[in-house]
């Protein structure tokens, strides 16, 4: 099994939550900006190596706790869409923290709005690094709450406060969607592994639960 992939993941982690302990700070919107293209381009070399090693591929599980014949366990999969998925989500948000720099120079908040941005990050790590719907439905929680407190940053806009609202009600509409069939899984299969969820013959209950999730996580169907 290749470690890279894990361990440079975990060293991404590690330099976002490190970077966090340090947001009282007078530079650290600029700790925040070097360490997010610091992770941008470690990201880049699992990617590399799984472009030039067919068994780049790499899969580890850690056991919470047990629930008798079932193991609750978090689990991480590093494949072809994650690993390309990550240099993108790390160059798009160096992106946003080089225009937010411009723009929100004179906003006295702006180390709190650059705070709320690495947590949004580290849950979209966690969210498409998920091996299982265990540690999925973890990232999925954060990115929704921080979707809430960025999208109403400017809460005395009414347009700004009305689309954080939406947000969150849209939210909490897949979330309904995501435990119908988290909970139909692991009453009828005892497992949350993405790896045997898509090996399944289609199930009514569970397509309509993850698509009602899709649909209002990323506003569509009827959630706009």
Same mark, same amino acid.
């Given at each position: 099994?290749?470690?890279?992939?894990?361990?440079?993941?975990?060293?991404?982690?590690?330099?976002?939550?490190?970077?966090?302990?340090?947001?009282?700070?007078?530079?650290?919107?600029?700790?925040?900006?070097?360490?997010?293209?610091?992770?941008?381009?470690?990201?880049?070399?699992?990617?590399?190596?799984?472009?030039?090693?067919?068994?780049?591929?790499?899969?580890?599980?850690?056991?919470?706790?047990?629930? @008798?014949?079932?193991?609750?366990?978090?689990?991480?999969?590093?494949? !072809? %869409?994650? &690993?390309?998925?990550?240099? $993108?989500?790390? *160059?798009?948000?160096?992106?946003?923290?080089?225009?937010?720099?411009?723009?929100?120079?004179?906003?006295?908040?702006?180390?709190?709005?650059?705070?709320?941005?690495?947590?949004?990050?580290?849950?979209?790590?966690?969210?498409?690094?998920?091996?299982?719907?265990?540690?999925?439905?973890?990232?999925?929680?954060?990115?929704?709450?921080?979707?809430?407190?960025?999208?109403?940053?400017?809460?005395?806009?009414?347009?700004?406060?009305?689309?954080?609202?939406?947000?969150?009600?849209?939210?909490?509409?897949?979330?309904? @969607?995501?435990?119908?069939?988290?909970?139909?899984?692991?009453?009828? !299969? %005892?497992? &949350?592994?993405?790896?045997? $969820?898509?090996? *399944?013959?289609?199930?009514?209950?569970?397509?309509?639960?993850?698509?009602?999730?899709?649909?209002?996580?990323?506003?569509?169907?009827?959630?706009?």
């Amino acid at each position: 099994m290749n470690h890279m992939p894990l361990a440079v993941v975990s060293l991404i982690i590690l330099l976002i939550v490190v970077t966090l302990l340090f947001s009282r700070t007078k530079y650290f919107h600029l700790m925040t900006m070097n360490a997010v293209k610091t992770a941008f381009f470690l990201s880049l070399c699992p990617l590399y190596a799984f472009l030039t090693d067919d068994n780049a591929n790499a899969s580890v599980t850690t056991t919470w706790f047990s629930l @008798g014949i079932y193991n609750l366990s978090f689990t991480t999969q590093f494949d !072809l %869409y994650t &690993l390309l998925f990550l240099p $993108v989500a790390f *160059l798009v948000t160096w992106s946003i923290l080089e225009f937010s720099t411009w723009y929100m120079q004179h906003d006295p908040n702006i180390d709190m709005f650059f705070k709320y941005l690495l947590i949004f990050l580290l849950a979209m790590v966690i969210l498409v690094c998920s091996g299982n719907l265990c540690l999925l439905f973890v990232g999925w929680e954060g990115v929704g709450m921080m979707s809430f407190l960025l999208i109403g940053w400017y809460h005395a806009r009414a347009n700004a406060a009305t689309a954080a609202l939406q947000a969150v009600l849209y939210n909490r509409g897949g979330d309904i @969607g995501f435990l119908l069939a988290f909970c139909w899984l692991l009453m009828n !299969l %005892y497992s &949350l592994d993405l790896s045997l $969820v898509l090996s *399944l013959p289609p199930n009514f209950l569970v397509l309509f639960g993850f698509i009602t999730a899709a649909a209002s996580k990323s506003a569509q169907f009827g959630f706009t």
